[in-house]
């Protein structure tokens, strides 16, 4: 097939199903490592921080809730996730997660 008519052919399918629901039927995995996503948990692990006190921050407002949403999960662009990383940082410089603290 020529890229013209795959092109034409895959905005069908877009147009037709939307883009969430193509997404939804490939395997997660593969779509995950394409888009290069990552988890909630990957990002509370890049902090240093325990996933529960990860998600309390997001529900308390200091850390944005993710925007992508796979089957059941929540993802971050990888641009997102080092750009929490980074303001996270710079603003909780004498923030020492519970690991270590010792506690």
Same mark, same amino acid.
């Given at each position: 097939?020529?890229?013209?008519?795959?092109?034409?052919?895959?905005?069908?399918?877009?147009?037709?199903?939307?883009? !969430?629901?193509? &997404?939804?039927?490939?395997?997660?995995?593969? %779509? /995950?490592? @394409?888009?290069?996503?990552?988890?909630?948990?990957?990002?509370?692990?890049?902090?240093?921080?325990?996933?529960?006190?990860?998600?309390?921050?997001?529900? !308390?407002?200091? &850390?944005?809730?993710?925007?992508?949403?796979? %089957? /059941?999960? @929540?993802?971050?662009?990888?641009?997102?996730?080092?750009?929490?990383?980074?303001?996270?940082?710079?603003?909780?410089?004498?923030?020492?997660?519970?690991? !270590?603290?010792?506690?």
């Amino acid at each position: 097939m020529k890229p013209k008519h795959n092109d034409r052919q895959l905005r069908q399918l877009i147009a037709h199903f939307g883009v !969430e629901k193509l &997404i939804a039927a490939l395997p997660q995995d593969e %779509v /995950r490592k @394409a888009l290069d996503l990552v988890s909630t948990q990957e990002v509370a692990q890049m902090l240093g921080m325990n996933y529960n006190t990860f998600h309390w921050h997001m529900a !308390e407002g200091h &850390i944005p809730f993710p925007q992508i949403r796979l %089957v /059941r999960r @929540a993802y971050f662009m990888r641009n997102e996730a080092d750009a929490i990383v980074r303001d996270w940082t710079q603003k909780n410089r004498c923030w020492r997660s519970p690991a !270590e603290s010792g506690k």
